[in-house]
């Protein structure tokens, strides 16, 4: 029977449709977490919500992991167990992607270009700072990996620093330092926590906790600039165009992924991938960008806010980290 409440019949109505809602779970959970951007938070069912509005995003579901690459498709844990689940209807959501979530940048001054219309109609190229949101879903893939980014090479002079807002997530990182040497590993970052990559690296990314809202920060420094590309992958080619899409120029992708193994993360690959650059390491132990951040402050602060002179030095930090040999100059720790 239906009761009506203090705050009238309409209210009572409302409340009762909600209820009836949910109850046959057609209404996500309304729990939303921050995500340490003012008016920002993340639903339960990982949507993005700024100031109460649903921002619009771009859905990546196992269907566009297994299309990835084309004819240098994604390497994952157990393809078959996964294009087997998907024939049969199985296509969860795996993150959503909203693509300069914050205007870009001027690293030279202090100003921020925001869209000028609905088609994007942004700048892009040396000389900005592009700040994307990335929100994982918890869950595993068939073949035991967590719920994954699709992962790519970065351009070989291009700088990318990343931020957990919440959740949890590994990264798995690999390339040549400038000096030639290979190296392949894997970072975990909780809430908070910040990780810079080396130049020209592959990365992926795994949700270990979710929904895992990563911000992201990354500007093309051109390949004159951060020294020759020796972080081409084998057998790549450098066709990117030092443009946004360049960052997704395809070589042939890392045959190595990480999967559960219990509690912990194990990681599998080809014989040729694992021979030519064996088991991931653990984080490098020199990590140049600890404490770069003042308390209380965020990534998305800096990259609003921070003066120009923080992030040229942000950006020669990271270049005297790369000629250093970094990340292989200190070694890393423990898987
Ligand atoms: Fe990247």
Redesign the pocket.
Known sequence: MMTRGTAGPSSSARDMVLAHLRQRGTLPDPVSLPVGIPGVTVRQDGRLAVDGYLAAAEPRRLSDLLRAGGHNPVYLADRAAAAASRRHGYDPLLYWAVRHFLPPRQLDTERCVPAGGPDGNLPHGPGYLLGDLVVYQPGVLPGGEPYRSTG?W?LPG?L?VFQTLTGRVAMLVAGHTVGGKPFVYQQVCGPGEMMA?PFGIW?TSYALDGPAAVF?V?TDLGTGEAGRPAALPHGGQSHGTGTRDG?YRRAEPLAITARWHGARLEHVGSPAALRAWGQPAGAPRTDWLAGWLACGESLADLHLYGAPTRLTALVQAAREAYHQDWPVNEGFHPA
């Open positions: 790519h970065n291009q990318e990559v990365h992201n990354t960052k």
